[in-house]
């Protein structure tokens, strides 16, 4: 079964705790954060778990449609207040306690001081294909 | 080439090989090495006799392996030559292949991988193509299962039952990038029940080949779903529906009914219908008594209920919904639908909308929007 694993710059439940913005942190901090990342999907493809992952930039807009001959609409850049998604993990495990497992050890990653950053991250279950026996 | 003739025999040439003393693990490296050499080099220039290529080319590169393995820990290597074969048969070689890829401590993910590889003959690419995740995420999945059953010995006899829970999980997974596990599953399933002498495999074999019969019709333009109520029974493959028909009778009349066998009568029921409200819902209640004795199961419990509204009215299958699990993914799906046979329309589209927002996939997630839709339909004036 496959999850995403998603992971916010802003929104969801209140942090629990407050580690700033990581451009604030030391340099080595920031390392070893990213490094904890990266050993973390390197782990999951050893356990034949990981399917992908992106970073997503806070930059962007939102665009839609217009009518017809019309360039489309963009509103941006987004609202301090909106809820803004800073990237993505998708895992393929067993179950969903095994999601939430692994969510809730991705939340560990270091933060200041190298403590863990207690990051609230949303897990999600994909839609898949409908089984081939119904009744 | 005939690449399904390839794959058929790969458990044969793993066999060869661990006959020969090399492990389990490294023969299965071998033999997939050589399988992706044969996939690459057949259709141009094909062998006379595929199997003695096979065997001959992974023994090669097991040779290779252990060398490398060896001049690593710098020993010498003591296999140098090519023993004979021992005399074990090679239809036990592939039975025991089955118990070994499904071994009950395998989480079921892996299992289902190392059975298609190594049973199945299917590569790593493949498998990650049909399971949708990274060629390098799918080879440590194999690998790790190898490594948790490194040192069971391979000669003794295993867990049918895991063996066919696999086998029915590939089934249920359908078809994906360009492999078709349902097909694939009926292979496997097929050439288990010629290897034993087991009325539940017969019985899985039937439920498949009923079920598989019914493909074409089961979705309609777009990949949209098609209820079984609705669904062209012309197109339906009255072979595939014979064939599973008479496998199951002859199960069945062993008298040691189990699960697939009871599943595989109420599919029997239905292809038997020449229309939906030809059904003999009588019947298949009695299945489902059957099946919910043999499994306790939930999910049987909630498809009893749609049956029982079938046989005895929707008011009926609501009463058979006391007691079961309002979790269960297709809870708020079942009771929508007799509460539309009964008259409720407002109630059942409300269902119909709860049931989408829980659907596990997207074409019941569509189909379900839909219903409650056209319920909304029917209820304005």
Request: proline content about 7%; overall charge negative.
């Amino acid at each position: 079964m496959k999850y995403l694993i998603l992971k916010h710059y802003r929104g969801g439940p209140a942090p629990v705790v407050d580690c700033g913005s990581m451009d604030k942190w030391t340099p080595e901090e920031v390392d070893a954060h990213v490094q904890f990342m990266r050993d973390f999907a390197a782990r999951l493809e050893e356990t034949g778990e990981f399917v992908e992952g992106q970073a997503l930039s806070p930059e962007g807009a939102f665009v839609r449609y217009d009518g017809e001959g019309r360039p489309p609409v963009t509103d941006g850049p987004f609202a301090e207040t909106k809820d803004l998604i800073a990237g993505w993990m998708v895992i393929d495990v067993d179950s969903w306690d095994r999601a939430v497992q692994l969510a809730g050890e991705l939340s560990a990653a270091p933060g200041p001081g190298g403590e863990p950053i207690h990051e609230w991250l949303e897990v999600r279950p994909f839609l898949t294909e409908p089984p081939t026996v119904t009744e | 080439m005939n690449e399904s003739l390839l794959r058929e025999l790969v458990p044969a040439v793993i066999g060869v090989l661990v006959r020969r003393g090399a492990g389990f693990a490294s023969a299965e490296d071998a033999v997939q090495e050589a399988l992706i050499r044969a996939l690459d080099t057949w259709p141009g220039d094909p062998p006379r006799d595929p199997k003695a290529w096979l065997v001959a080319a992974a023994w090669r590169k097991f040779l290779d392996a252990a060398r490398a393995e060896a001049s690593r820990r710098g020993r010498e290597l003591a296999v140098e030559t090519e023993p004979p074969a021992g005399p074990a048969p090679a239809t036990d070689d592939t039975l025991r292949l089955y118990f070994l890829c499904a071994h009950p401590t395998l989480p079921q993910s892996s299992a289902v991988a190392l059975t298609l590889r190594a049973v199945g003959g299917l590569t790593t690419r493949q498998i990650a193509a049909a399971y949708l995740v990274p060629e390098a995420t799918m080879a440590q999945r194999i690998s790790r299962a190898k490594r948790r059953i490194a040192g069971l010995p391979l000669d003794q006899p295993g867990d049918l039952g895991t063996v066919l829970r696999v086998l029915y999980l590939v089934f249920n997974e359908g078809y994906g990038g360009d492999v078709d596990l349902a097909a694939e599953a009926i292979r496997l399933t097929r050439q288990l029940a010629a290897l034993t002498d087991e009325p539940e495999v017969a019985g899985l074999l039937a439920l498949m080949l009923l079920h598989h019969a019914r493909r074409a019709s089961r979705t309609g333009p777009g990949g949209r779903l098609v209820p079984l109520a609705e669904q062209d029974r012309s197109r339906w493959d009255t072979r595939l529906i014979a064939e599973g028909v008479a496998i199951l009778q002859a199960a069945l009349a062993r008298d040691r009914l189990g699960e697939y066998q009871a599943q595989a009568a109420i599919a029997a029921l239905h292809a038997d219908a020449r229309s939906a409200c030809e059904t003999d819902w009588v019947q298949i209640v009695e299945w489902y008594d059957e099946l919910l004795l043999l499994t306790g199961s939930p999910v049987v419990r909630l498809n009893r209920a749609v049956a029982v509204g079938e046989a005895d009215g929707p008011r009926a299958g609501l009463a058979a919904l006391a007691g079961v699990d309002p979790g269960l993914p297709r809870y708020a799906a079942v009771t929508a639908y007799l509460h539309e046979r009964a008259g409720d329309l407002q109630l059942a589209a409300e269902l119909y909308a709860e049931a989408a927002r829980a659907a596990t996939s997207v074409p019941e997630r569509d189909h379900l929007t839909r219903e409650a839709a056209r319920a909304r339909q029917l209820l304005a004036p």
